[in-house]
């Protein structure tokens, strides 16, 4: 096993958990900063990568196309000689945060909902 490339395919793990958590947390912090009043919240950068980032994946779903942080954490455990998840305890539930077991359109439906509801908070939060 090449401790390296495990490391790496942590690394890109991480990343990809950091990537889900700032769509994910970044709407719902919207939302909050709305009713509190939040000026950063109307930040058009953030709202603009944060929109960008939400539409990427929705496209990918429509597209039928596999994340390329999950394929290059699959090749690189691959090249390490890992058949199956093997490591921490941390690594083992953010593995399980981002990959669980359903139906394509399954996948596609709770993006494209997702992204609707990060459209919407243009509408309702509006940037500056």
């Given at each position: 096993?090449?401790?390296?490339?495990?490391?790496?395919?942590?690394?890109v793990?991480?990343?990809?958990?950091?990537?889900?958590?700032?769509?994910?947390?970044?709407?719902?912090?919207?939302?909050?900063?709305?009713?509190?009043d939040?000026?950063w919240v109307r930040?058009?950068?953030?709202r603009?990568?944060?929109?960008?980032?939400?539409?990427?994946v929705v496209?990918?779903?429509w597209?039928?196309v596999?994340?390329?942080?999950?394929?290059?954490e699959?090749?690189?455990?691959?090249?390490?000689?890992?058949?199956?998840?093997?490591?921490?305890?941390?690594?083992?539930?953010?593995?399980s945060l981002?990959?669980?077991?359903?139906?394509d359109?399954v996948?596609?439906?709770?993006?494209?909902?997702?992204g609707a509801?990060?459209?919407?908070?243009?509408?309702?939060v509006?940037?500056?």
């Amino acid at each position: 096993m090449n401790t390296i490339l495990v490391w790496l395919a942590n690394v890109v793990l991480l990343l990809h958990v950091s990537f889900v958590a700032f769509v994910v947390v970044g709407l719902a912090l919207v939302y909050v900063g709305y009713f509190f009043d939040w000026h950063w919240v109307r930040s058009r950068v953030f709202r603009l990568v944060h929109l960008a980032a939400i539409g990427y994946v929705v496209v990918q779903s429509w597209l039928g196309v596999i994340c390329p942080l999950t394929v290059l954490e699959m090749k690189l455990r691959a090249s390490a000689g890992l058949d199956t998840y093997n490591g921490s305890f941390i690594q083992h539930w953010l593995q399980s945060l981002l990959y669980y077991s359903a139906p394509d359109w399954v996948f596609i439906l709770v993006y494209s909902l997702f992204g609707a509801l990060v459209a919407f908070s243009w509408w309702l939060v509006r940037p500056r």
